[in-house]
């Protein structure tokens, strides 16, 4: 079944690659086309486009089919095109000649543009929800090691103290930067392109502004070739934010594998949440953070890949467009799938608190030892000359005990100042 059937068939071939896994992509949009579609019917019938009674009838099918789909009974039958043309085949099967009416002033344009829009809405806000659960586990855990010294590193030497609190919590600051990402994404999701057709209107006398709020929109893309233009620069928009989070997530992961060694030894799970090897019988690896740190990766080619596909395209809609459900779907699942994981391994992490004290890691206080000599008065760079001769010379012996007054150091982590941060963002 097509909604844009016109009395002959096409090839096989044809059919299967212009369609195809569109059926099951569909899936998820299949709640928000109902949605839609009860909005629009409800237009309908307040504007004098279909009776009272028709728009009673369409509205109670469409909540009947609204209800197969939240209790897994739906399914897109094979032969049908996509989620659009499943539910208007169920209603006109249902009603006859009164569901044929649910597409008046209305194309799959914008059909799909509108599904789109409030299924990366719901995702936007569960993947938002899943970025506060991590944030409140490494704010927690911040707390909860803050006195732990670990070293810091630059190019990879070790090369200052640091502590578990600094990097717990530098990393959910950094998901605090990434919540205002995802809130400009919203901003833009959140607008309403249903009655924009085909990319140019419609003569029936539709009420935008009445869908509008039936839908919980903003607002709406006013002009309806904008709002066209919405479809590639809405997923645009979103896989920004999650190449945004996925470069801290990332960077989070290769942070984990890199202390659960035992090169390093400051962190380690237990035995449970790691895999072995089939040869070595000592190996406890880190694979769901190996696993994170290549998602990540890839998620973070989104923006890329997307552009690449619609950056030459001019006004209008093209069939090309269709395939952005199969970039964009996929990576939203494997990214609420990181996010969850991390949460719950780091829930679980044990920390090493006596890494600090290997030998190896006695040069990592020379610069605590230069800024004592500046404070009696010592210049620095004359400081920095008589600490790196003492090294030199076998004579150097460090105060491990750190003093860091300032903000965002390791005693004065001011982990309230990231907390109003972190709520800043509404």
Not at 67 to 75: H, I, L, N, R, S
Not at 117 to 142: G, N, P, Q, S
Request: proline share 3%.
């Amino acid at each position: 079944m097509k909604l844009w059937d016109k009395g002959y068939s096409i090839e096989d071939s044809i059919e299967q690659y212009t369609v195809g896994n569109d059926r099951e992509l569909d899936m998820h949009l299949a709640k928000y086309d109902v949605i839609g579609s009860i909005a629009h019917a409800k237009m309908l019938q307040k504007t004098g486009l279909i009776t009272q009674e028709e728009g009673q009838q369409l509205e109670e099918g469409l909540n009947a089919i609204l209800k197969e789909v939240e209790e897994g009974t739906f399914a897109i039958q094979p032969g049908v095109e996509d989620v659009h043309s499943q539910v208007e085949m169920m209603l006109t099967e249902r009603l006859g000649d009164t569901g044929k009416r649910i597409h008046t002033a209305r194309s799959r344009n914008d059909q799909v543009l509108v599904d789109i829009k409030l299924y990366l809405r719901a995702e936007v806000k569960e993947m938002v929800e899943l970025i506060k659960d991590l944030f409140r586990t490494l704010m927690a855990a911040a707390e909860e090691h803050k006195e732990v010294l670990i070293p810091g590193y630059t190019h990879l030497q070790a090369a200052m103290p640091s502590s578990f609190g600094l990097w717990f919590s530098a990393y959910a600051e950094a998901l605090a930067d990434d919540l205002r990402l995802f809130k400009a994404a919203h901003g833009f999701i959140n607008q309403n392109p249903l009655g924009s057709g085909a990319g140019y209107g419609s003569s029936l006398p539709i009420d935008r502004s009445l869908t509008t709020e039936l839908l919980g929109f903003d607002s709406m893309h006013v002009n309806v070739v904008n709002a066209q233009m919405a479809r590639g620069k809405t997923e645009l928009t979103l896989a920004f934010a999650m190449a945004g989070l996925s470069h801290t997530l990332g960077k989070l992961a290769m942070d984990v594998c890199l202390y659960n060694s035992q090169n390093f030894g400051f962190l380690t799970f237990p035995d449970e949440l790691t895999t072995g090897s089939s040869i070595m019988p000592h190996k406890k690896n880190p694979d769901v953070f190996e696993l994170m740190r290549a998602k990540s990766n890839r998620q973070m080619a989104l923006p890329n890949e997307i552009m690449m596909m619609t950056n030459n395209l001019p006004s209008g809609y093209h069939r090309d467009l269709q395939l952005l459900k199969d970039i964009l779907f996929p990576a939203i699942q494997d990214l609420k799938s990181s996010l969850s994981l991390c949460n719950y391994m780091l829930q679980r992490v044990q920390v090493n608190p006596t890494a600090i004290h290997e030998d190896k890691y006695r040069y990592i206080y020379s610069v605590e030892e230069v800024n004592k000599r500046v404070m009696s008065g010592v210049p620095f760079r004359e400081a920095y000359q008589q600490v790196g001769t003492a090294i030199n010379s076998g004579n150097y012996h460090p105060d491990t005990s750190v003093h860091h007054t300032h903000e965002g150091s390791i005693n004065n982590l001011r982990l309230d100042l990231i907390w109003e941060k972190f709520e800043g963002v509404g």
